[in-house]
């Protein structure tokens, strides 16, 4: 609530202080929009049994790691094909998804790669062993 006042005092001072003006300004006008649209936490899929071939085959697979340094991935990433997202300490309620996430692509990269890909991690995702 107080980020749309503020927005909307900061558009109001753009449009000349003429509300009628600000009104009719496409920034205030998708602001207002955002405001009254929920708020949505943009979180990558987490892959399932039923969704991980089709994650797989759109490169969209990722790693879920939680400590408090974020280490560079991208040689990793570049080299299986399997992105990684750094979440600090903030750990949700709910990590059984995360887990059977990391869990079902640790299998596949084992399968296909044997355990040597756990040695290029400085910090093995959340739930692998």
């Known amino acids: 609530m107080s980020k749309v006042i503020f927005s909307t005092a900061i558009i109001f001072l753009i449009a000349g202080c003429r509300p009628e003006k600000a009104k009719e300004t496409i920034v205030f006008k998708t602001l207002l929009e955002q405001s009254a649209a929920p708020i949505v936490t943009s979180n990558p899929l987490y892959a399932d049994t039923e969704s991980f071939e089709r994650l797989l085959e759109q490169n969209k697979l990722v790693f879920f790691t939680y ?47 044997g355990d040597g890909w756990k040695e290029e991690l400085p910090l093995l995702p959340l739930g692998v062993e």
Do not use: D, W
């Open 67 to 113: 400590g408090l340094i974020s280490h560079n991935y991208a040689e990793f990433e570049k080299k299986y094909g399997i992105r990684i997202k750094s979440e600090n300490c903030v750990i949700p309620p709910s990590i059984q998804p995360i887990t059977k996430n990391n869990l079902l692509i640790a299998e596949y990269l084992t399968k296909e790669y």
